[in-house]
């Protein structure tokens, strides 16, 4: 099942991501129905709900679209294009009334824990903190992974708070990194929230505020695979794609490679894994 959340009013740097959903669709042609290993994506079908809108404001405008995420039955994969990343708050809050013990893997160049950032307490930066409030979640039910830009209450919250986090240095430089962040998410149902400023602008340059020294493509789908085989996915997120500022459709393009091999994931047996 899929939805657009074509909003990006929480952008405070650059905007644009508000026009990701009809350039994800548009460029979808382009991806034929096999995984990256020659495997066919069988049995997979996709039901698009269209585009959902917040209005002017996720304040106001995130319960109306998590209510119609949340009709979404709990047998189907659910994937959102955003959006800014304020746009995973109706759907956390969705995800969160849809499977019971939900755990949720934030894939961010920036953790979005501050209360207050940037002008307000429903921007970007807030966008992980707002989540796990109208969801309900335990900020345990979080591991964050491939971050490398933080404001210091959003490091006083991870360790204050248990929050698991494999930084983007640690990604690069300590092999049993991902080992650890997998533990937490080990035989749960997981929602993968993936910021497309997780990579590196090398290999996404079309977002709001890219980041170096970020992920490439490559360790992306090595992490995606370690935690299909940890936990169960149930959805996906990907925000912060802006096509205004991409270049050639390089990012566009990496965030279609990632939800096809999500899907693949979800559509295989664990012996094909």
């Known amino acids: 099942m899929i939805a657009g959340i074509p909003y990006d009013g929480s952008a405070v740097y650059r905007r644009g991501a508000a026009r990701a959903p009809a350039e994800l669709r548009r460029l979808s042609a382009a991806l034929p129905p096999v995984d990256e ?79 207050h950032s940037r002008g307000g307490r429903w921007t970007c930066g807030c966008a992980l903190r707002r989540s796990l409030e109208v969801a309900g979640l335990a900020p345990g039910a979080v591991a964050l992974a491939g971050c490398r830009d933080f404001d210091p209450e959003e490091v006083d919250f991870v360790r204050e708070r248990g929050v698991a986090m494999v930084t983007a240095w640690e990604l690069a430089t300590e092999p049993a990194a991902v080992g650890r962040l997998c533990a937490r998410l080990e035989g749960r149902p997981v929602h993968l929230s993936l910021d497309i400023d997780a990579l590196d602008p090398a290999f996404a340059p079309g977002t709001e505020i890219a980041s170096a020294a970020g992920l490439s493509t490559r360790q992306a789908l090595q992490l995606l695979d370690a935690v299909a085989r940890a936990g169960r996915l149930v959805g996906m997120d990907v925000c912060e794609v802006a096509p205004p500022l991409d270049h050639a459709d390089i990012t566009v393009l990496a965030a279609l490679k990632l939800i096809f091999e999500t899907w693949a994931r979800v559509a295989m047996t664990d012996a094909d894994r």
């Open 37 to 115: 290993r020659g495997r066919r994506l069988q049995g997979l079908t996709v039901h698009d709900l269209g585009d959902l809108s917040m209005g002017a404001s996720v304040e106001v405008g995130w319960p109306s679209v998590a209510e119609r995420l949340g009709e979404v039955p709990s047998t189907a994969f659910l994937t959102v294009l955003g959006g800014d990343h304020c746009s995973a708050i109706p759907v956390l809050a969705a995800q969160a009334r849809r499977h019971p013990d939900l755990a949720v893997l934030w894939v961010d160049a920036h953790p979005d824990l501050c209360d």
